[in-house]
Nanobody, 130 residues
Framework: QVQPVESGGGLVQAGDSLALSCRLS?????????MGWFRQTPGKEREFLAA????????YYSDSVKGRFAISRDRAKNTIALRMNSLKRDDTAVYRC??????????????????????WGQGTQVTVSS
């Protein structure tokens, strides 16, 4: 498997919760591995949501989802998850997971920058209806 694979998207009502999962690539490399979740809607730039460092489990969130979304990892299953609560219509988007390696701890700016990420999944659609 050369790229991550997302699952768990679907159609939900506003206020519902949904959990996305991402099976990570089999790539192994030296350095620090970081995984992130992004989302994109037509006509808008890809938006950083959350990230997690694989070994330490340190998490990072954008202000727009902090407190509503939670990222986690399962090292045994080589997966990460994004738990989304209190969903709104504005959360409708294609959600993609991605990963990158760095030598040493990446900065917050690096983590939030989509250009840092080396491999991407195809995405999973989340649609929130009112």
């Amino acid at each position: 498997q050369v790229q991550p694979v997302e699952s768990g998207g679907g159609l939900v009502q506003a206020g519902d919760s949904l959990a996305l999962s991402c099976r990570l690539s089999e790539r192994r490399s030296d350095g620090t591995r970081t995984m992130g979740w992004f989302r994109q809607t037509p006509g808008k730039e890809r938006e950083f949501l959350a990230a997690i460092r694989w070994l330490s489990g340190i998490t990072y969130y954008s202000d727009s989802v902090k407190g509503r979304f939670a990222i986690s990892r399962d090292r045994a299953k080589n997966t990460i998850a994004l738990r989304m609560n209190s969903l709104k219509r504005d959360d409708t988007a294609v959600y993609r997971c991605a990963e990158f390696w760095s030598s040493g701890a990446p900065t917050l700016a690096t983590i939030m920058d989509q250009a840092s990420y080396e491999t991407w999944g195809q995405g999973t659609q989340v649609t929130v209806s009112s």
